[in-house]
């Protein structure tokens, strides 16, 4: 996955963003965690979790409380963008340590089915409670440029491995695992990629699969967002798929550009491009965080979006406040509500 911005059923606004309704908790006690959302039809929020570049665990930790009381679950990137990271596999074992319940992604790109069902079943001996399976970027996008792709499976081919894995306690070659492992299933898709017309059926191969939730590509065009989910519930599928919509901030104008041209399958329209581009350098970063709370203030009004997936770059601390001003409120789990972000001291943890 990748990076930016939230979306309405209206066009995405260039005016100055009327003020959200206050954040109410997400409920009042029920299951916690990404399933316990999904189950009760509870609005859904995950977040990235950035791992440290190098090998500081307490850095992890330092992220996590930034988010704790706000997200149901965390992404553990694998490999983002083809470079080279700490294995997702070890990252969400420090979430889980940190009080947060991983969202572990296993990319297609760097292992055959072997070491796929493998992993698989590594999250499951560690209790790793969600898995979002997806095909990766072509090494030739990241810092070794130079390496052999192994793209043994597909994202769908994937999926329905890991189904069959939980479902039936059987691995692809056959063999039986004893107990099966009780993962909850997700995948990726891009609502905005050419021919735009065969996403939701795109969608509906990997619901068919056995995906029981998605994250989409960041949401910067909402009416098109709109068209997707409104083929997407044509076909049944928000009934079988809980759909959460990629938001997240632009920061400055140098990720602007880079979205726009160097990452693959972002689309940022013009009245967009217009509103950021507006404004004084200097509060460039300050409108970037408002749009994506409006957006998320937006998806959240379509029919058939389940949540979204706030995506902030290792900024951490952005994501109460992004939450609070889209009028969705912390979570709450044990009894206890996360505390608001006018009540934490950092706002930029990174």
Known sequence: MTADLPRDRRPAATGPPAAGPPAAAAGTGGTPGLRG????????????????????????????????????AVNVTDNPGASVMPAAMA???????????????????????????SDLLGA???????????????????????????FDLDSVTLVGAARALRDSGRLLGGRTVTPAPSWLIGAVENPFAAPQRFR??????????????????????????ARFMADARD???????????????????????????????I????????????????RFAA???????????????????????????????LVPEILEAAGIGPRVVGGRVGRRASE?????VG
């Open 235 to 265: 076909l049944g599928l928000t009934d079988r798929c809980t759909v959460l919509a990629g938001i997240g901030p632009v920061r400055s104008p140098r990720a602007l550009e880079f979205m726009r041209f160097e990452v693959p399958g």
């Open 267 to 282: 689309h940022i329209p013009d009245d967009v491009v217009r509103r950021l581009t507006s404004v004084p350098s200097d």
């Open 124 to 150: 499951a001996l560690l209790g790793i409670p969600n898995v979002l399976l997806l095909t990766g970027d072509h090494p030739r996008f990241g810092d070794h440029p130079g390496a052999k792709p192994v």
């Open 200 to 225: 939701a059926a795109r969608l509906a191969k990997k619901v068919a699969a056995g995906a029981e939730f998605v994250q989409t590509q960041f949401v910067f065009d909402v009416p098109m967002f």
């Open 37 to 72: 959302a999904i189950d009760s039809g509870r609005f859904a929020v995950t977040a990235e979790l950035d791992l440290p570049h190098g090998i500081d665990p307490d850095r992890v930790d330092t992220k996590a409380s930034a988010l704790s009381g706000w997200v149901d």
């Open 344 to 348: 934490r001291g950092t706002r930029n």
């Open 287 to 317: 409108e970037g965080v408002r749009l994506c709370a409006e957006i998320a203030a937006q998806v959240r009004e379509i029919p058939g979006v389940g949540g979204v997936h706030v995506m902030v770059f290792g900024k951490e601390g």
């Open 91 to 117: 990252g969400s074992v420090l979430a889980q340590r940190a009080g947060l319940e991983p969202v572990m992604q296993l990319v297609c790109r760097d292992r055959n089915r072997i070491g796929l069902q």
